[in-house]
């Protein structure tokens, strides 16, 4: 009689069995839950960033805080500083489409694809928003003197640094 401590050779198979079978549950669960990225990353809104708050008057500090880093700065001969930030300006709505493309793909590749798709490491991939350039103009405090959003790399900007909002602003 066997010791029922021990493992008969007929147990064996069966034991590698349930071994192999926890073992790709345990995969299956890792791909379901790898899949519900593509798929919520499209279904959210995505707010863009608010520049409400530069406006003239601002601190350099405060629109560093809601910016970020500047880009490049430079100072024109007026001695007018001027930073360029880049933001993201669009809210986005939910798109649907996508997201119902991507729940097909994912049942389809198990997960797959979004584990080979993209680089773990960067969700950018879900960031639907546009990035857009905005150049600050400040004087010798730091406070804002100028705002311009939506600038190119070419955009012409004054070189006393006043905006369309600042002379409007000045005027009241």
């Not at 100072?75 to 360029?84: D, F, N």
């Not at 993209?118 to 639907?128: A, G, L, S």
């Not at 150049?135 to 070189?159: R, W």
Request: net charge neutral; with cysteine; charged share 20%.
């Amino acid at each position: 009689m066997a010791d029922p401590g021990t493992v008969s050779r007929v147990g064996r198979p069966l034991m590698l069995i349930k071994i192999v079978a926890l073992k790709s549950a345990s995969a299956l669960v890792i791909m379901a839950l790898l899949q519900g990225c593509m798929v919520t990353g499209y279904l959210k809104n995505q707010k863009g960033t608010s520049i409400d708050s530069v406006k003239p008057t601002t601190m350099r500090s405060d629109v560093e805080a809601a910016l970020g880093p500047p880009l490049r700065t430079w100072t024109t001969t007026q001695g007018v500083h001027y930073a360029q930030y880049r933001y993201l300006a669009d809210t986005t709505k939910p798109d649907y489409a996508d997201a119902t493309g991507w729940a097909i793909l994912d049942v389809i590749s198990l997960g797959a694809a979004e584990v080979f798709w993209f680089v773990p490491e960067t969700r950018e991939h879900t960031d639907r928003r546009r990035a857009a350039l905005m150049a600050v103009a400040y004087d010798e405090t730091n406070h804002v003197i100028g705002v311009f959003p939506d600038v190119t790399e070419l955009t012409k900007l004054p070189e006393d640094g006043r905006s369309a909002v600042s002379k409007t602003e000045g005027s009241k």
